[in-house]
């Protein structure tokens, strides 16, 4: 009876201790220190010399040697702790805010919807907004209806106002008007994309003039739909009849809209080669060779099911 009387009270005790952590909030003071020792057997993402140790309560920061570096939060972004970026999203109470990677502390209280980074630049946003805020939380662009990740390493967002897109670099320019019904993801590799405005197909690319890098759009015909840039050349367009054809170099027609669905694939053995194969709408098929080199396309075969 009086082991069991015992043994009851050291559970419970244990059990307080370890509600009293996860209790704590983001504004716990040093009054309440944190656990310096973690659980048995935490599960523990290692990411260089920081670490996400999963409670049952939450997630904490914690250093190489397992010390726990910051307050219990609902949860802590996995994925942030190896980037460069010397900032950590955490989460509490449904809201986002970033932590310091140094000491765990918080950087930018947790306030926002959504929050995405790269860099020294932010996009946060709200149930009903988006907006770029700089490292030490400075608001640096207007308000957006949408804002969609950075692309091309970082560089450009594409956003939405009054129902069009346009393009913004990571200083808040404009760059590209929200004019377009649809802007398709920028190129990972270089500063080009598609976009459809007033049932018209227009590619989006950049040149230098005189010292600067400016966005320039060119018109390449009445598209009823463009796609996204395949393979750093081709773009698919369709007609109005939603005939499928294919667009390479800067609106050159490769091939008319006729087909059903046009795929673009890279051999592995060749750089300079792409195979294009278009289904018919009778479930046949014809197959092409692209030569980047000679910005030609062959047809090898056709009629082949």
Aim: glycine content about 6%; charged content about 30%; overall charge negative.
């Amino acid at each position: 009876m009086e082991y069991n009387l015992i043994r009851r009270c050291i559970i419970i005790t244990c059990a307080m201790i370890l509600l009293t952590g996860c209790n704590k909030s983001p504004d716990a003071t040093a009054e309440n220190e944190l656990m310096s020792t973690p659980l048995e057997n935490p599960n523990v993402v290692n990411e260089e010399d920081r670490k996400i140790i999963h409670l049952d309560c939450g997630d904490v920061l914690a250093d190489e040697e397992d010390n726990y570096i910051s307050n219990i939060y609902d949860e802590i972004y996995e994925n942030d702790v190896a980037e460069k970026f010397p900032y950590i999203r955490y989460v509490q109470d449904g809201r986002i805010g970033y932590l310091s990677s140094k000491n765990g502390e918080i950087y930018i209280q947790a306030q926002y919807a959504s929050a995405s980074h790269w860099d020294k630049t932010i996009v946060v946003g709200n149930k009903k907004s988006k907006w770029l805020i700089d490292e030490n939380a400075n608001k640096i662009s207007d308000n957006f209806e949408d804002a969609y990740e950075y692309e091309l390493l970082g560089f450009y967002v594409r956003i939405k106002k009054d129902g069009k897109w346009g393009i913004m670099d990571t200083t808040g320019e404009i760059m590209v008007p929200c004019e377009y019904e649809k802007i398709n993801k920028i190129s990972e590799v270089h500063a080009y994309t598609s976009a459809m405005k007033h049932g018209e197909a227009y590619l989006l690319f950049t040149e230098i003039e005189g010292d600067h890098l400016i966005w320039k759009a060119k018109k390449i015909g009445n598209y009823s739909d463009i796609g996204a840039l395949a393979e750093g050349i081709f773009f698919n367009v369709k007609d109005k009849n939603g005939n499928t054809g294919l667009i390479g170099h800067y609106g050159k027609v490769l091939i008319k809209p006729q087909y059903k669905e046009i795929y673009v694939k890279k051999p592995d053995f060749k750089e300079e080669i792409f195979l294009i194969t278009a289904k018919e709408f009778d479930g046949t098929n014809k197959l092409w060779i692209y030569e980047k080199k000679e910005d030609y396309l062959y047809e090898v075969r056709e009629d082949v099911v």
